[in-house]
């Protein structure tokens, strides 16, 4: 065996192996900061997804304090007629207004003549 051709065959076999390290090297690398880029991702949506659950409880937790859709009308129709009793009230009072500022007037016009 010539030792001249085992040497070539070494140093081919080495410089195979250095590429094949290199290659390895640059693409564990980039696939480690792939990894991290996932892993922050994977946290923020963990983050949003507990977020989501709190939400989620707070809209239950308010439903199921909250009357059924039936007691909804009822309480609509009763506020309706409420609205109205109150523009009845309105224009009662504002009738109520004008007969006090007549008693009024003629109050102070019975007073200026007994003072004349």
């Known amino acids: 065996m010539d030792w001249g051709l085992a040497a070539q065959w070494a140093g081919v076999a080495l410089a195979s192996a250095a590429i094949v390290v290199s290659v390895w090297a640059k693409l564990s690398a980039g696939r480690r ?13 963990r983050r949003e997804i507990s977020k989501l659950y709190e939400r ?20 609509a129709a ?18 109520q207004e004008k007969v006090t500022t007549r008693l009024e007037d003629y109050v102070r ?3 200026r003549e007994r003072k004349a």
């Open 33 to 45: 900061h792939d990894d991290r880029e996932l892993e922050d991702r994977l946290g923020r949506m």
């Open 78 to 95: 009763r506020f309706d007629t409420l609205v109205a009793r109150l523009d009845g009230l309105g224009q009662l009072v504002e009738r």
């Open 109 to 111: 016009d019975i007073s």
């Open 56 to 75: 989620q409880g707070i809209a239950e937790h308010q439903l199921a304090h909250m009357p059924p859709p039936g007691e909804f009308q009822a309480m």
